[in-house]
């Protein structure tokens, strides 16, 4: 995730899969580092997400009703689009899979 956002040109157009802070918000749907950029605000630290609901699966529902958690997602990376108002790294497109991460999956480590 670090190395995404610190050279979003560098994974353009390639197809990922990252774990990080996940907010669903209005015009501001993000994946950061970590938590405490999406509590803060530090936008540079996060991809700007584009998706609909039909692109993820039943797990969509459970991050609509309890925002703010630890996911796994998979998507493209689009260097070129920052997101609402150009505050993001750049942006996660197609998403694939997006899955709640709990404290107790091997995946969370």
Same mark, same amino acid.
């Given at each position: 995730?670090?190395a995404?956002?610190?050279?979003?040109?560098?994974?353009?157009?390639?197809?990922? %899969?990252?774990k990080?802070? =996940?907010?669903?918000? =209005? &015009?501001?749907t993000?994946?950061c580092?970590?938590?405490?950029?999406?509590?803060?605000?530090? +936008? %540079?630290?996060? /991809? =700007?997400?584009?998706? %609909?609901?039909?692109?993820v699966? +039943?797990? =969509? &529902?459970?991050l609509? +009703?309890?925002?703010?958690?630890?996911?796994?997602? &998979?998507? %493209? @990376?689009?260097?070129?689009?920052?997101?609402? /108002?150009? /505050?993001?790294a750049?942006?996660l @497109? &197609?998403v694939?899979?997006?899955?709640?991460?709990?404290?107790?999956?091997?995946?969370?480590n």
């Open positions: 995730m670090i995404v956002v610190a050279d979003p040109h560098r994974w353009h157009g390639k197809k990922v %899969r990252l990080g802070a =996940f907010q669903w918000q =209005f &015009e501001g993000k994946l580092v970590h938590m405490d950029d999406v509590v803060y605000g530090m +936008s %540079r630290n996060c /991809l =700007f997400v584009q998706m %609909r609901p039909e692109h699966n +039943s797990t =969509f &529902e459970k609509l +009703s309890n925002t703010r958690k630890y996911v796994l997602i &998979e998507a %493209r @990376i689009d260097a070129g689009d920052r997101g609402h /108002l150009g /505050l993001s750049g942006s @497109i &197609e694939t899979r997006l899955d709640v991460l709990e404290p107790t999956d091997a995946a969370w």
